[in-house]
């Protein structure tokens, strides 16, 4: 299996480092990597993890259609207005046979069933199972394990720099303060107030909502409000009345369709959704058969949203 990576950087290398990892067990070959500053590598016999780049493909066409591969693993950054150019990216391989394996949010948060209606018709599989929880399975878990079953609405606590800029605030110090941890610990939003907008929890709920729920939404469509209104003194009088705050993603059916939001909620301490602290996350599933069905993930990092395009790769290996 010949994978072409578009975008090298630290999810795209380690992506790479597990390809490496596990190749005994599975032989993916990565035979392209295609970047915006450094350049694209071509090496038919696999590409190393420091890739010698030359000059950039001429459009992304010329890449894969150099790179021969199987599946396009698409690892652009996000733009949280319009998910291209990943969308054109992801178009390109469909429109080359390719499969297509995602991290970015951007092209299921605004053209989920659009892609999924093209690579459909051209007999193609399109996977984004690191788009939400890294490598926890979400998407994978519903379509493989629960057949049949409805999914009538979700709640998650999905954002981690919120996370940690709410338990921060909680001890005291400041927003600021709050941001400039998350960066440390390198889960924050190129712009942090994406995250704490509440931008990153609409695009991962209008992206679950569009898949498990068909929702064909975007984040615009989410009833938005982030954290900015929190200070330390609010939260410590929330606290010490037994509750906390968290950002939480809500979709649900009515009879109008799905609707979307994102809240800073203040919920009771015994409520589950309060019990994910810092880069850990949470997701409950409300559905028709199963009641309700949740999953969450331990301080997650590089190699767990790795993993996340690795099982897509495996999965698309073993149907094809
Ligand atoms: N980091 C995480 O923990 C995490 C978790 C889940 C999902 N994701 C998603 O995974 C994706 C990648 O994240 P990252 O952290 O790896 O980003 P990153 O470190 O900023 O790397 C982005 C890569 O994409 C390349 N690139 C940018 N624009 C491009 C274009 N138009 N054509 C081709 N290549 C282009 C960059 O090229 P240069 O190297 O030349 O700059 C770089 O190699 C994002 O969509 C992100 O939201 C990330």
């Given at each position: ?8 950087g630290?999810?795209?290398?380690a992506?790479?480092r597990l ?8 032989p ?5 990597v295609?970047?915006?500053r ?13 890739p010698?780049f030359?000059?950039?493909?001429a ?6 259609a ?13 733009n949280?207005?319009?998910?291209e ?9 469909f ?5 297509v ?7 299921v ?6 892609l999924r ?7 193609l599989?399109?996977r984004?199972e690191?788009?939400t ?8 878990l519903?379509r ?18 919120t ?7 909680l001890?005291g110090?400041?927003?600021e303060?709050?941001?400039?941890e ?5 889960v924050?939003e ?7 907008d ?5 695009a ?8 498990l729920m ?30 906390k705050?968290v ?11 799905v609707?979307l939001?994102v809240r ?9 959704l ?8 949470l ?8 009641g309700q069905l949740?999953v ?7 190699e767990q949203?790795a993993?996340?395009?690795f099982s897509?790769?495996v ?6």
């Amino acid at each position: 299996m010949k994978l072409a990576l578009i975008g090298y950087g630290k999810v795209g290398r380690a992506f790479a480092r597990l390809v490496e990892k596990k190749r005994s067990a599975y032989p993916f070959r990565i035979t392209g990597v295609h970047t915006m500053r450094h350049g694209t590598a071509i090496d038919p016999r696999g590409v190393p993890l420091e890739p010698a780049f030359g000059p950039a493909a001429a459009d992304i066409e010329s890449f894969l259609a150099a790179s021969r591969a199987d599946i396009a693993v698409e690892v652009t950054p996000l733009n949280p207005q319009t998910g291209e150019p990943a969308i054109s990216h992801i178009r390109a391989a469909f429109a080359r046979g390719m499969h297509v394996v995602t991290a970015n949010k951007g092209p299921v948060a605004f053209a989920y069933a659009a892609l999924r209606e093209e690579a459909r018709r051209a007999g193609l599989e399109f996977r984004h199972e690191a788009v939400t929880m890294d490598g926890t399975p979400v998407y994978n878990l519903v379509r493989n394990n629960l057949p049949g079953v409805t999914i009538q609405g979700f709640a998650g606590a999905l954002n981690s720099t919120t996370k940690v800029i709410l338990e921060l605030m909680l001890e005291g110090r400041t927003l600021e303060q709050g941001i400039l941890e998350a960066q440390r610990r390198g889960v924050a939003e190129a712009d942090p107030w994406f995250d704490i907008d509440g931008w990153d929890s609409a695009a991962k709920c209008a992206a679950l909502a569009n898949v498990l729920m068909d929702a064909r939404l975007t984040p615009q469509d989410v009833d938005r409000k982030g954290i900015g209104q929190q200070t330390p003194a609010k939260l410590i009088e929330i606290d010490r009345a037994g509750k906390k705050v968290v950002l939480v993603s809500r979709a649900r059916r009515t009879k109008d369709g799905v609707r979307l939001r994102v809240r800073a909620e203040v919920l009771d301490k015994s409520d589950l959704l309060t019990a994910v602290r810092g880069t850990s996350n949470l997701l409950v599933l409300e559905t028709d058969l199963m009641g309700q069905l949740g999953v969450f993930t331990i301080d997650p990092g590089l190699e767990q949203t790795a993993y996340g395009l690795f099982s897509d790769v495996v999965d698309i290996a073993r149907s094809i």
